[in-house]
Every structure is written in C-alpha cells, then in structure tokens.
C-alpha cells in the first residue's frame, strides 16, 4: 500500500552509487540493523523493521551521505534516463492543477531498491536539532524566536539512531484521505502573485487526521489535529528583491507549495528537527492546531520536489520561489551549493521568462526548506483567524507537544 517507492527509489539509486563509501567512510556506529526496536510498537505488529518496510520517506535520500558537509556527489547523476525539464514553467497564472506537475519525475528503480535494501542499507540525515539560532548561519535556521515548548514523554522513534535519522525507516500515520474540494490557485495581479485557495492539497491525498488510536503511529506520538480549510488569500511580491541582510524565519507557515499546502520550516513547536521527530502521514505532510496542512521538506507527493530539473515547487513568504532538491542537469543540491538563507542566484525560468534571479531550494538534509529569508518584504500570513505569526506548538499544545523532551 506504501506508495512512496518512487522518491524511494530514486533515492536508493542514488544510495547504491555513493551508499557504500558514505556507510563506511562516516565511521557512523549506528548499523542499519540496530535499531532499538520499541516493545509497544512491535506489539501493534507495525514493526519498522529496517530492511523491510520502506515505510514513507518525506525526503527521501538520493545523497546517502548522513552528513550536510560539501560532499558533493559527482556520481549522484540520479536517473540516466531522466531528462531535466528545462521548461519547468510554474504557470503562475495557472488556475488550480489537480494534475499538478506533468513534468517527468524521478524515474522508479524497483530493481535497484532491492538491492540497496539489501546491501547497503537506507539513508540516513544527520539530525538538525541545536542549528538553530539568532543570525543567519549555512545549514542552520535563523529563527525569530528561540523560545520553544518543552515536553515530555514518549521520546521512541525507531527511526531514529544516535544522531542519525532514516527517512526510508520512518513510520507513517495511515490512511489515503482524498479531498475533491481542494483549490489553489496563483495569479499575477496588479503587480503583486496572488494565491487563493482553501489549504487543502490538491492532487494528493492525506493521512487520516486526528490519528486514530489503532495507528501504529498512534503509541509514538498520538498526534491530536486535525486538517481543516484554510481561508488563502495571500499577495506576494511577484519579482522580489534582496534585502541588505537575511531575515529571521517565523515558526509556521513560511511559504505556499504550488499544491496549496503551506510550507513550515524544519522545525517543529520544541524547535526539533520535525522531519527527523515528527510523525507524517504518506504523502509527507500533517495539519497543525489549526488544522493547516503543510509540509517541512520535500514531501514525497509534492511531484515537483523530486523532478530532476530545477523546478518551481512554492512560493516563500518574501515571494521568491522555493524550487526542489535538483538543478537543472539532475543533480542534487545540498547545503554547501546554496547560502545561509538556503538559497542562490543564477538563470530560471520564472512566470514562463528567464531571469536571474535568487531563489531558495529544498534539500533533503536538515534544514530542508528556507533558512532565513533574502527578500526585502515577507508578507505576514492574511489567512484564517490568527493566521499571523504563530508557528507549529505555538498555541497550548503543538505537535509533540505533550510528547517527548526538548531534545
Ligand atoms: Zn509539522
Ligand atoms: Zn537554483
């Protein structure tokens, strides 16, 4: 039933060109096999087992390198058979795409998947808890507040291995919820990008929220939310320009994916690496307390997130575009390629014209999205009831709010 066997496999293809120097080279203790598996969770007969479930991975791995240092990864060219799309027009005009992206995407491997499971194991991500901070810093975030819940509790999470986490490990919350009344929709409007939409994914469907008590993901973080419409009507700078200095990134919503979902930073209401902790559902993304939608990385439904081309996938908050983890000859981009905010500047396609222009992109190492924020005006969020600048947690209780320690 696991549908994410796409991204997976891409990922894994990549895992078995590079995998085998990046496990043995990291001198990482943490064998694939030694997952402590939890005793409640075995119970519920959902075990993680590494090599057999390739449960959800919401960023999957191409580069197997567990570390965010400049590896480069000269043999990582993803899919020989996969043309870079060089025409990855975002139609900001478009009117809302069920059928989102039709540009091809990383090109399934099943074979490879055996054998990367196999032999070499999955990927796994340095955990980014701690790369938060005041000032703007590569690979880290620079948050506007450093205040975050605390908790504690239920801190098992199989997978999760010293300071490693593995993607294609990770538990997901079940279900395959459809949602026919979803829209969004980008146009260009007295100068400004105007979305509108109702917060609900469109060409995805999501996991069943709240959680029910008799999902596997239920012992490890009974999640209490659940999705809800959301009132868009955001306007954006349409062509954005740098500010002297990066700006902080609020908590929450930091951006609009071109299927309507919202984009959150890395980190979830503990200031936690939340793709690393946080439960998500198979298509990579969860609602939050008021019941929005989003993703924190390169959700595996989110198609244009894993084209192999530069590809648009959202829109920030300052209107630059977040484009997805490859440029445009297929290669992963990793934190060492892009700036403190997670960014650069070089040609795109931007409203069907090539410009040079900066832009952000996502990567599947922490902090997977933005690191701060490069555009001279961040639009406050105008959606919903206390749409503002309240983030993940930021209300009573948040995402393992009740659940598990700061760190
Ligand atoms: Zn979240
Ligand atoms: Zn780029």
Same mark, same amino acid.
């Given at each position: 039933m696991r549908k994410a066997w796409l991204p997976i496999a891409a990922g894994l293809l990549a895992a078995v060109l590079i995998g085998c120097a990046a496990e043995t080279t990291t001198g990482t203790t943490a064998a694939p096999t030694g997952v402590p598996e939890s005793p409640t969770q075995s119970s519920s007969g959902q075990s993680a087992a590494p090599t057999e479930t390739p449960t959800l991975a919401p960023t999957d791995a191409p580069t197997a390198v567990p570390?965010?240092?400049?590896?480069?990864?000269?043999?990582?060219? %993803?899919?020989?058979?996969a043309t870079p799309a060089p025409t990855a027009t975002p139609a900001p005009t478009a009117t809302p795409a069920p059928t989102a992206t039709p540009v091809p995407t990383a090109t399934p491997v099943p074979v490879v998947l055996a054998v990367a499971d196999a032999i070499i194991g999955d990927p796994a991500y340095l955990i980014g808890d701690g790369n938060v901070g005041s000032s703007a810093k590569n690979g880290w975030i620079y948050s506007c507040s450093l205040e975050f819940m605390s908790g504690g509790g239920?801190?098992?999470?199989?997978?999760?291995?010293? /300071?490693?986490?593995? %993607?294609a490990r990770k538990l997901a919350s079940l279900g395959e919820v459809e949602w026919p009344s979803a829209q969004v929709s980008f146009k260009i409007s007295n100068g400004r990008r105007v979305i509108s939409g109702n917060g609900l994914p469109v060409g995805h469907t999501t996991g069943t929220y709240p959680l029910a008590s008799s999902d596997p993901a239920y012992l490890i973080d009974p999640f209490p939310f659940e999705i809800s419409e959301q009132v868009l009507e955001i306007s954006l700078p349409l062509n954005p320009t740098l500010a002297a200095t990066p700006e902080c990134l609020n908590s929450g919503t930091i951006g609009y994916a071109l299927t309507g979902a919202q984009v959150f930073n890395a980190l979830d209401?503990?200031?936690? /690496?939340?793709a690393a902790w946080e439960v998500l559902d198979l298509c990579g993304g969860h609602p939050e307390e008021r019941g929005k939608y989003h993703y924190h990385t390169a959700a595996a439904c989110q198609t244009a997130a894993h084209t192999l081309g530069h590809t648009l996938t959202a829109y920030a908050l300052d209107g630059f575009g977040l484009f997805g983890l490859y440029d445009s000859q297929g290669q992963e981009l990793t934190n060492a390629d892009l700036d403190e905010c997670h960014g650069h500047t070089h040609d795109i396609v931007w409203d069907g014209a090539e410009i040079n222009s900066y832009h952000y992109h996502l990567t599947n190492a922490y902090p997977y999205t933005l690191g701060c924020y490069r555009g001279s005006e961040v639009v406050e969020q105008m959606s919903g009831m206390g749409g503002g600048m309240m983030g993940e947690g930021g209300g009573m209780m948040g995402p393992g709010g009740q659940m598990g320690p700061p760190r």
């Open positions: 570390t965010e240092i400049p590896t480069e990864t000269p043999t990582a060219t %993803p899919a020989p058979t239920n801190t098992t999470r199989t997978w999760i291995v010293g /300071d490693f986490w593995y %993607p209401g503990l200031g936690r /690496d939340a």
